[in-house]
Antibody
Framework: QVQLQESGPGLVKPSETLSLTCTVS????????WSWIRQPPGKGLEWVGY???????SYNPSLKSRVTISLDTSKTQFSLKLSSVTAADTAVYYC????????????????????WGRGTLVTVSS | QSALTQPASVSGSPGQSITISCTGT?????????VSWYQQHPGKAPKLLIY????RPSGFFSNRFSGSKSGNTASLTISGLQPDDEADYYC??????????FGGGTKLTVL
């Protein structure tokens, strides 16, 4: 059974860098698109960005200047770094698996999330 | 990118049908068939309900949940409402900027 598990500090100080890791267990990391999605308390979902197993990335334009998503295939993990955080970055952060389809010799992002981690609350506060 | 527009809340009685709308633009919902829907119970992670506008993941949800699209608006219909359907529902769509945008979410109350 494939599972995703987020890990990292639950408290980050303003202006510092938020760092989270998602560990994928029970399946290969290949061919999928791995995303981070966040949800401020009491609010809706916000897509942060994804990384493809080849290393290519795409980020939410509103966060692009502060976000880096990386992949460690040997550990079947992918990570999120969000710099210069403020209280507005306080949220539950989910990692999620993005589905793909195969056509004409290429794997394409299918732009939906079929598997989610349980989420981890990160609070930005001094 | 602007969030897709969903009603803040909808309600229905057990056994009834309800529809949740999700309105975007020609740069997202109207331009592509990459529309998905998610169900989220309080304190839980979202779960995939519908993908590619109207497809259900195999083995997860019953055919009481269905999706459709017309122009720039996608819709999720839940028939035969059950108490456990009470949850938040989110739509998501691919955009022409090669990104993904979610709707603001709709709270479904089963009366």
């Amino acid at each position: 059974q494939v599972q995703l598990q987020e890990s990292g500090p639950g408290l980050v100080k303003p202006s510092e860098t938020l760092s989270l890791t998602c560990t994928v267990s029970g399946d290969s990391i290949s061919n999928y698109y791995w995303s981070w999605i966040r949800q401020p308390p009491g609010k809706g979902l916000e897509w942060v960005g994804y990384i493809y197993y080849s290393g290519s990335t795409s980020y939410n334009p509103s966060l692009k200047s502060r976000v880096t998503i990386s992949l460690d295939t040997s550990k079947t993990q992918f990570s999120l770094k969000l710099s210069s955080v403020t209280a507005a970055d306080t949220a539950v952060y989910y990692c999620a698996r993005g589905s793909y389809y195969y056509g004409s010799g290429t794997y394409y992002n299918n732009w939906y999330f079929d598997l989610w981690g349980r989420g981890t609350l990160v609070t930005v506060s001094s | 990118q602007s969030a897709l527009t969903q009603p803040a809340s909808v309600s229905g009685s057990p056994g009834q049908s309800i529809t949740i709308s999700c309105t975007g633009t020609s740069s997202d919902i109207g331009g592509y068939n990459y529309v998905s829907w998610y169900q989220q119970h309080p304190g839980k992670a979202p779960k995939l309900l519908i993908y590619d506008v109207s497809n259900r993941p195999s083995g997860f949800f019953s055919n009481r949940f269905s999706g459709s699209k017309s122009g720039n608006t996608a819709s999720l219909t839940i028939s035969g409402l059950q108490p456990d359907d009470e949850a938040d529902y989110y739509c998501g769509s691919y955009t022409s900027s090669t990104t993904l945008v979610f709707g603001g979410g709709t709270k479904l109350t089963v009366l």
